[in-house]
């Protein structure tokens, strides 16, 4: 299988925000983070004043990162949420798709299988060498979590890609 134009280009922007996040410290501007990662894939505001440049590498990507920035537009910090302590956060029966799209970027997929009544969120993320993960977020006709669990992604040999 072939890795398409977009999904290569969306690794690679991933492994770039990566890399310039070590230049960045908190306090620095807007501008300064903008130009050290790029234009954010999104950027929603905050609860309390000030926003989110959010760097997400879905859907082939398996990284999203997140720089805070305060009311005055200055950088509050700067982290990557792909992982099982920020996923361990997730409020089942109170927290709503904004929220998971606010915490985590867009999902990798947005699915629906017959024995649920609403659209599962999919996150691709890695634990590790070798640990490939899907993080699944189950919401509701309303869009509230119902359900979210890890589960392993399983891709073929590094030899057999390509």
Request: hydrophobic residues 40%.
């Amino acid at each position: 299988m072939r890795m398409s134009r977009l999904a290569f280009a969306a690794v690679a922007a991933a492994v770039l925000a990566g890399c310039a996040t070590s230049n960045l410290k908190p306090g620095a501007s807007r501008q300064d983070v903008i130009a050290g990662m790029g234009r954010p894939t999104a950027v929603v505001a905050l609860p309390g004043g000030g926003e989110r440049l959010q760097y997400s590498g879905q859907p082939a990507g398996q990284y999203a990162w997140m720089a805070d920035l305060d009311a005055a537009g200055r950088l509050v910090s700067l982290r990557q949420v792909l992982n099982a302590a920020d996923f361990g956060r997730i409020e089942i029966d109170r927290w709503t798709r904004g929220d998971i799209e606010r915490e985590f970027g867009p999902p990798a997929s947005i699915d629906r299988v017959a024995s649920w009544n609403g659209p599962i969120l999919t996150y691709r993320w890695n634990e590790g060498p070798m640990m490939d993960r899907f993080y699944s977020v189950y919401l509701d006709g309303a869009g509230v979590v119902r359900r979210a669990h890890p589960s392993i992604e399983l891709l073929p040999p590094q030899g057999d890609r390509d």
